[in-house]
């Protein structure tokens, strides 16, 4: 099953490689909450990622391909029935835009600094030596708090927010201080790497 899996994730994410990052819309994205850090208002969805994981393949990077790739039998749960999601969460078009889970910390933070190498390369960039990397707790709190206070101004939300815990109805997210922080849509234990933890990007300007 495996195999099958990591043949149909391959398959996805040469039909992504040929695309470049996205660089208005992660501009876009971006949500001051202090003079130099942002935060975005979106998790770092599954086509973003693969995007990160079919570089690595195409540069030969195979260790930290191995070690990056999500772990998708993750998925599996004596409790429910998510089999389909084994083959298909991480590979299908129909996911593309859901946030990426089955990854640790580690993997999390390898993007960001493939994330930032990739930004500060390319040309008409807003933001110039800018630094993408995890949100600290704190961060993530006063993100948060903002998209809480955006709701009762505008009716509308940016990101995660909670009475009680400052969350989001989709998955808990990675922070630097390695917790994951907010509820999730199965309201499950946040260790990592699992599929109800993904991530969203702060970013640091100099």
Request: proline content about 4%; some cysteine.
């Amino acid at each position: 099953m495996r195999v099958f899996v990591l043949t149909i994730l391959v398959f996805a994410t040469m039909s992504i490689s040929a695309q470049n990052v996205k660089v208005k819309d992660i501009e876009k994205s971006l949500v001051k909450i202090s003079d130099n850090v942002y935060v975005s208002k979106y998790d770092v969805s599954n086509e973003m990622y693969m995007q990160f994981i079919s570089d690595l393949k195409n540069n030969g990077k195979k260790e930290l391909y191995a070690a990056c790739y999500p772990d998708t039998l993750k998925w599996r749960n004596k409790y429910a029935y998510y089999e389909p999601f084994v083959e298909l969460y991480h590979a299908h078009p129909a996911y593309f835009s859901y946030p990426v889970v089955n990854i640790d910390k580690k993997s999390a933070e390898e993007f960001c600094k493939w994330l930032t190498e990739n930004y500060n390369g390319t040309k008409n960039h807003k933001y110039q030596n800018i630094e993408f990397r995890l949100p600290t707790e704190t961060e993530w709190k006063t993100f948060a708090t903002q998209c809480k206070e955006e709701v009762k101004r505008t009716g509308e939300g940016l990101g995660p927010y909670d009475n009680k815990a400052m969350t989001i109805g989709n998955v808990s997210e990675m922070t630097s201080d390695g917790s994951a922080m907010g509820n999730n849509w199965a309201d499950k234990e946040t260790s990592m790497p699992s599929p109800w933890v993904g991530f969203r990007i702060a970013a640091t300007t100099k």
